[in-house]
């Protein structure tokens, strides 16, 4: 009787352990895939090594009153915190070749 005992619990043991790997695993493969779909948005700016910073601030100003920080992630991403002409502070992916959002 005891065996009988000791054997259910190893199999369900084993079977809630295989669900959690299933998971991860799971898990794993879809964040596998996070760095190529980021590559794919459309906020990636292509030639962005081109333009200089002073063209990209003058561009920026031109359009908000007053800019706060400019960032470059790895992905070629490109965002601004401004303060708009409305006065609100936003932050946002832009195109530094227009200025726009």
Wanted: glycine fraction near 2%; aromatic fraction near 10%.
């Amino acid at each position: 009787m005891t065996i009988s005992i000791w054997r259910y619990s190893h199999f369900i043991l084993a079977i809630s352990s295989s669900l959690f790997i299933l998971l991860a695993s799971i898990t794993g493969i879809i964040l596998a895939f996070e760095p190529i779909s980021n590559k794919l948005e459309p906020y990636a700016v292509h030639k962005a090594e081109t333009l200089s910073l002073a063209k990209t601030i003058q561009v920026l100003q031109s359009e908000y009153s007053e800019v706060i920080n400019i960032d470059i992630d790895k992905n070629d991403f490109v965002s601004a915190s401004v303060i708009t002409k409305e006065g609100n502070n936003e932050t946002f992916y832009i195109n530094p070749f227009t200025g726009k959002k």
